[in-house]
């Protein structure tokens, strides 16, 4: 079933953290197996932030070994970045397993993220100017304790909560996906795309690369491609429309815009509303209500809208 929420402020900061964890706790009953944030903050010229993992939460059952293995692959990232240029200005331990690093690098920003990514057990969750990728296992507010999301000052983000239906039960199969190696682009989905292998299969032959086996993470590829070869964030939105089949409703979004697509059926729900000094948006109306507590007006999208907002 999952559920996706997003929301963009137009007039400046706020606190996105602790807004989008409202929001996706609300939605907990749409989906208990994990929750992901795409959230922006604000960037800072020339310094990426690295979000990135060297193992599953389920591995720490293993037994002791995995701890020194952990510490190993840690070691290994620190010195690929180092060797690459990359200057690491502050490390942040989230979890045993998960770290956020402040970067300064102005090299091939692939180059460094396949070197980091050919270490054994390490992904990386997202690299942005702004965007700041988590996800885990256990619902929202679990999520945001754990990675101290609650006072995170942003303008916009996106987030779900995850019901597995046709992929494990791990941080790599949970929502949202960067799309790798691009910079600031995350996406959120609820649906099934029936063309995925077609369209994945078409893009890897375009040198694109997946790090997943859920098709969601192929909306985050798409868009990135489109975006890369100069369409705008709409016209890759409806493009997707005329393009991949299936039925979803998705969240997009860019360093400032937040994107949303609906497919021909309009099969999944989305509930909208709109200020003029914020935009919230949910499967569910409930999220909506959990970060605006005085009586509002929402609307439900038609089949085939597509909308993009502006921070």
């Known amino acids: 079933m999952c559920g996706i929420a997003g929301l963009i402020h137009r007039k400046g900061t706020s606190n996105v953290g602790q807004e989008m964890t409202n929001m996706l706790q609300s939605l907990k009953h749409r989906g208990p197996d994990s929750t992901g944030y795409a959230i922006y903050g604000e960037p800072k010229k020339g310094e990426y932030i690295l979000r990135f993992k060297v193992a599953e939460q389920e591995e720490l059952d293993t037994g002791s070994k995995i701890h020194d293995e952990i510490k190993a692959r840690r070691a290994a990232v620190d010195?690929?970045?180092?060797?690459?240029?990359?200057?690491?200005?502050?490390?942040d331990e989230a979890t045993e397993y998960s770290f956020r690093y402040q970067v300064e690098f102005d090299g091939d920003l692939k180059k460094l993220a396949d070197r980091v990514e050919e270490i054994e057990g390490a992904e990386i969750l997202s690299i942005g100017n702004s965007l700041e990728l988590i996800k885990d296992l256990g619902d929202a507010a679990v999520v945001s304790e754990a990675?101290?999301?609650?006072?995170?000052?942003g303008t916009h983000g996106i987030g779900h909560t995850r019901m597995?239906?046709?992929?494990?039960?791990?941080?790599?199969?949970?929502?949202?996906?960067?799309?790798?190696?691009?910079?600031?682009?995350?996406?959120?989905?609820?649906?099934?795309l029936t063309n995925y292998w077609l369209m994945r299969r078409q893009l890897e032959r375009e040198g694109q690369r997946f790090v997943s086996s859920c098709d969601s993470e192929l909306l985050a590829v798409y868009t990135a491609t489109n975006l890369e070869k100069g369409m705008t964030l709409e016209e890759s939105l409806k493009r997707s429309i005329e393009e991949i089949d299936g039925v979803f409703t998705y969240l997009v979004t860019t360093t400032d815009q937040l994107g949303m697509a609906k497919d021909t059926m309009a099969a999944k729900p989305m509930v909208l509303y709109e200020s003029d000094d914020m935009v919230a948006l949910a499967s569910e109306e409930v999220a909506i209500r959990a970060i605006i507590p005085h009586e509002i007006d929402t609307y439900d999208p038609y089949d085939?809208?597509?909308?993009?907002?502006q921070a």
């Open 79 to 91: 010195e690929v970045l180092k060797d690459n240029g990359a200057k690491v200005v502050k490390k």
């Open 304 to 309: 085939e809208e597509v909308r993009v907002w």
């Open 147 to 153: 990675y101290g999301l609650h006072n995170f000052q």
């Open 164 to 192: 597995a239906t046709e992929s494990d039960v791990d941080i790599r199969s949970a929502h949202p996906y960067w799309a790798y190696p691009y910079n600031d682009i995350a996406v959120v989905h609820n649906g099934q």
